[in-house]
Every structure is written in structure tokens, then in C-alpha cells.
């Protein structure tokens, strides 16, 4: 039996109001080869202090993956630390900062729109307007993982909702972080994710010297629910 010596530290960090269950089935997969430790945010209010928690509590090395805001998170545990980072794993993420002009604006008014509803008919309605733009239509009638998303988003607080959102609208820029990566690296998203295009993955993976690009079919932004086996995968082959 593999013994916790011999199995690559991997901390975990979830993405906006996520938390360990975005990882559960990738932490039973990997358990033979990876000592997994998940990251969870508090009311921690910016990116850098994500960053810095990350640091407080890993290992002094350590392989780290990232989905979504915790992508993010990821890139600024690199510019902080890159000499603690052996590999780096980014899923259904993003680098660039908010845009100037009417794009920033747009996007801040539809998290705040979000955050009203929240706040006016709870966590649970606001997840289902959430959820459209996340996950694909054809996939909106999986009633398990839609439950088990809604149930995540809905343990949380509209208080939360809203610490979270001003950490992402104050992003750091993290496109000159890719050209220093110097580590293994997985960049991975759906093949349908509109939100963290392929596109997007594919500048990106280009950027980064030897990255891994892997584009999940039939798959949205919740690519470690949607399609665990096939996320798994692509993390074990990383690790490796």
C-alpha cells in the first residue's frame, strides 16, 4: 500500500462559492497517488489573501490545482511562491483582470444583479439563475448534480455572495504570471464552458511553456461535477 510519504502533496482550492464537494469524486480517484488538501476561503476578501492562506497551510512543496476563482488563486500562489509550486493544474479559470469600460461595468452589474436576488429570494433561486450560464442546457435537467450544486451554493450566506464578488471584481491581472510558469502544468475546461472559454484555455496552454491543454466534451464550467471520471483522468496523467 502506498504510504502518505510516497503520495504527492496536492492542495485543492475550490472555485466562488464553492467548496470540498467540487472535489470529492477527484480526491477518491487520486487517493492512491496524492495527499489531497482542500483550501476553503472564510470571509478571506481579496485574491491575495486567498494566496497567502494557501501558503500558510500547505506543505512547504506542493503540487496545486485550482477551479474557476480558485484558478485564479492558484496564478497568485505562483507569483508569490513559484519555488513551492512542483505542478500547477488550472481548470475553467481565467487570467485577465476585470475589463476597463463597459464590459467592467457590465459584468460588476450582473454579479450585483445576482447578489440582489440572493439577498431578496435566498440562495437557492439565485443558484438557479447562476447555474444557467455554468453548466449546459441538456445538462440543467440532471437533477443529481443540479441538487448537489444548488445544495453547495445554498449552505452558504448572500453576505459571503458578496465578499466573494468584490474579490474577483478586484482581480489581479495574472497573464504575466504564464509566461513565468515553469512547472508541470494542466490547463483543462469544458468543451460547452461559456463562461471560461476553450478559447480563452488555449491562449493560455500556448503561453505557458509544455502545458497540457485538455477539453472536456459535453462539459461546462463545473467540470469536476459534470465530468468526474474524465477530470480525474486528466489529473492523474498530470501527476504522473
Known amino acids: 500500500?502506498?504510504?502518505?510519504?510516497?503520495?504527492?502533496?496536492l492542495v485543492l482550492l475550490p472555485g466562488f462559492l464553492c467548496d470540498g464537494t467540487v472535489w470529492e469524486h477527484q480526491i477518491a480517484a487520486l487517493s492512491g497517488i496524492a495527499e489531497c488538501k482542500v483550501i476553503e476561503?472564510?470571509?478571506?476578501?481579496?485574491?491575495?489573501?486567498?494566496a497567502e492562506q494557501v501558503l500558510r497551510v500547505a506543505p512547504e512543496r506542493f503540487a496545486l490545482a485550482g477551479h474557476s476563482m480558485g484558478g485564479r488563486v492558484a496564478f497568485q500562489v505562483y507569483r508569490m511562491a513559484p519555488q513551492r509550486v512542483e505542478?500547477?493544474?488550472?481548470?475553467?479559470?481565467?487570467?485577465?483582470?476585470r475589463p476597463e469600460g463597459e464590459a467592467g461595468v457590465e459584468e460588476e452589474r450582473?454579479?450585483?444583479?445576482?447578489?440582489?436576488?440572493?439577498?431578496?429570494?435566498g440562495m437557492r433561486a439565485?443558484?438557479?439563475?447562476?447555474?444557467a450560464g455554468m453548466i449546459p442546457p441538456y445538462r440543467m435537467t440532471d437533477g443529481p448534480l443540479v441538487d448537489e450544486i444548488v445544495g453547495m451554493f445554498a449552505a452558504k450566506?448572500?453576505?459571503?455572495?458578496?465578499?466573494?464578488?468584490?474579490?474577483?471584481?478586484?482581480r489581479p491581472n495574472a497573464n504575466p504570471v504564464l509566461g513565468q510558469i515553469r512547472c508541470p502544468a494542466l490547463v483543462l475546461t469544458g468543451e460547452d464552458d461559456g463562461w471560461s472559454t476553450p478559447a480563452r484555455h488555449r491562449e493560455?496552454?500556448?503561453?505557458?511553456a509544455g502545458a497540457k491543454l485538455v477539453l472536456i466534451p459535453k462539459c461546462g464550467h463545473m467540470s469536476t461535477m459534470e465530468r468526474p471520471a474524465e477530470v480525474a483522468e486528466a489529473m492523474r496523467a498530470w501527476l504522473a
Not at 450582473?110 to 429570494?121: E, H, I, T
Not at 439565485?126 to 447555474?131: E, G, K, P
Open 126 to 131: 439565485m443558484t438557479m439563475d447562476w447555474l
Open 157 to 170: 450566506s448572500p453576505d459571503l455572495f458578496e465578499i466573494q464578488m468584490k474579490a474577483l471584481l478586484a
Open 1 to 9: 500500500m502506498t504510504s502518505a510519504l510516497d503520495r504527492t502533496p
Open 41 to 50: 476561503w472564510g470571509t478571506l476578501g481579496s485574491i491575495e489573501a486567498m
Open 204 to 208: 493560455m496552454a500556448a503561453t505557458i
Open 87 to 97: 505542478r500547477i493544474a488550472l481548470l475553467n479559470t481565467g487570467a485577465d483582470a
Open 110 to 121: 450582473r454579479r450585483r444583479a445576482l447578489l440582489a436576488k440572493a439577498r431578496s429570494q
